[in-house]
DNA sequence: ACAAAATGTAAAATATATTTTACTTTATGA
DNA sequence: TCATAAAGTAAAATATATTTTACATTTTGT
């Protein structure tokens, strides 16, 4: 699976601390999801979706071998 | 979090088995998820979405608490 | 160039998703 | 009604997400 949070969060002007006080985690997931190291539970990526005003489609999307 | 597989899997008519194989998880996995016992992760609810040809905003709902 | 902020990364600890096995209860069709 | 499929549930085992701490590297502004 991959995402482009990098880009909606360099749109919204967030750092990565940033973004992470805003839904709730630790800088390291927001690092670790941005470089596609492990899969987040939906929860976040709703929260992701709600806070970019994108759909988790949007953001998240299958690759082969998921 | 809530969601409403057990209504998308009667539109599709498929058991709790069938889903479960589609998308690749034991059949527990989806009675919890349909009881809303534990959230699920992105990659499951993107195969949802697929599978359903709905949007995971569609399937998926944050709620108070979450 | 310097200082500070931001990002990348890693190991250990913890929380939680998911599987497996197994049993019970409920729905469905002959 | 009887047999069978489907659904609900639970405990133990395993895999994996997430946190915490800590340090290295890169970027940014002055």
Redesign the interface.
Same mark, same amino acid.
């Given at each position: 699976?991959k995402n482009n949070i990098k880009v909606q969060r360099a749109i919204h002007d967030l750092t990565q601390q940033e973004l992470a006080e805003r839904i709730g985690v630790s800088r390291q997931t927001i690092n670790a999801m941005e470089a596609a190291k492990y899969?987040?539970?939906?929860? !976040?990526?709703?929260?992701l979706?709600?806070l970019f005003g994108k759909?988790?489609?949007e953001i998240?999307? !299958?690759e082969e071998g998921?």
């Open positions: 699976m899969v987040p539970s939906t929860v !976040l990526a709703l929260k979706s709600e759909p988790v489609n998240f999307e !299958l998921d």
